[in-house]
């Protein structure tokens, strides 16, 4: 996700004028995934005291009031991926450097210091509100990232080699990167370990295909897979310029019928991760046409994306 907003934020241009919050400043998509998840009780009384708002209100008022008049200052009305309307997202970035309040600068390092005990300093923090009282903040580096969501951690992600993973857990990423198809591996990355609070961390592969990516995220020490995404499966909407073939597509894949592709992905599901959703409920993702939702009491929900063909080509279990 850094990286994305890095790009998108430093696109922008910089101005003389501006609100004391931002140097630079862009848009992200509004397809933002909120995590609500609760911290050690070292690192809730860390961060509890994050003035954020003294930031965040400031840059939106400034936003509302003279939008036409900041040409590094963008307003923006989108859908999320599930299709709710998100109107008036706002972001901000600002140099860490130059934030003047030294007890949110402080809180903000001691959180990092603790996840990146040798993470370096923090370059950048930006800050979005996505929505009416609430918002996130990014703390980042050229390498690592945290990501907050009022004022929790909730997610981070950092570089790892390739030397530093398991024999047995690269082994669990090849097995079932050779179940998904005839493809011709040109390479293989561990790229980035991703931590959550109170979970393992997850190593996210990344498979080079002739035909596109295949990307893996396996839990550290238990070598789950918790996530496939098998790009070259996929009808590859994003990538159609022909909009009578892409409604074409959308219009068969809305059309199958719950039970057949529900039939599909439990089979798919156990030959490729092992995992037995014969009894789980399943539902249609509201505002989506291909996306399935499987819960069953005690377990963890796993979400599915289906194909014009009724194929998976993205599994995820949501710990």
């Known amino acids: 996700m850094s990286d994305q907003v890095v790009r998108r934020l430093n696109s922008k241009s910089v101005r003389s004028q501006r609100p004391f919050f931002t140097r630079r400043v862009g848009v992200i998509t509004a397809a933002l995934v909120a995590f609500c998840v609760s911290l050690t009780p070292v690192v809730a009384q860390t961060i509890e005291r994050l003035s954020l708002e003294e930031y965040i209100n400031p840059f939106v008022k400034e936003m509302k009031e003279n939008p036409k008049d900041k040409t590094d200052i963008v307003l923006v009305e989108g859908l999320s991926l599930d299709g709710d309307k998100i109107k008036n997202f706002h972001s901000g970035m600002i140099s860490f450097d130059d934030i003047e309040d030294q007890e949110f600068k402080g809180q903000l390092q001691r959180v990092w210091d603790e996840i990146f005990p040798q993470g370096g300093k923090i370059n950048d923090v930006v800050m979005y509100q996505y929505m009416p009282d609430q918002y996130k903040i990014e703390a980042m580096n050229e390498n690592r990232s945290i990501i907050f969501d009022q004022g929790k951690w909730a997610y981070a992600s950092q570089p790892i080699q390739e030397n530093q993973v398991p024999d047995a857990t690269k082994d669990a990423a090849d097995q079932l990167f050779n179940k998904l198809g005839d493809f011709k591996q040109t390479k293989r990355s561990v ?56 409604n074409e597509l959308v219009e068969q894949t809305r059309s199958i019928e719950l039970d057949k592709v529900r039939e599909e992905t439990v089979k798919q599901a156990k030959a490729w991760m092992n995992l037995d959703l014969a009894d789980y409920s399943v539902s249609k993702k509201e505002f989506r046409f291909d996306t399935l939702e499987f819960t069953k009491s005690g377990s963890p929900d796993v979400t599915a994306v289906y194909t014009s063909k009724g194929k998976i080509y993205y599994i995820e279990i949501e710990l």
């Open 191 to 246: 790229s980035r370990i991703v931590l959550r609070p109170d979970q393992n961390p997850v190593y996210k592969f990344v498979y080079e295909t002739n035909k596109g990516s295949v990307l893996i995220d396996i839990q550290k020490n238990t070598n789950q897979i918790t996530k496939l995404v098998a790009f070259p499966l996929s009808d590859h909407l994003g990538k159609l310029k022909d909009k009578n073939k892409y």
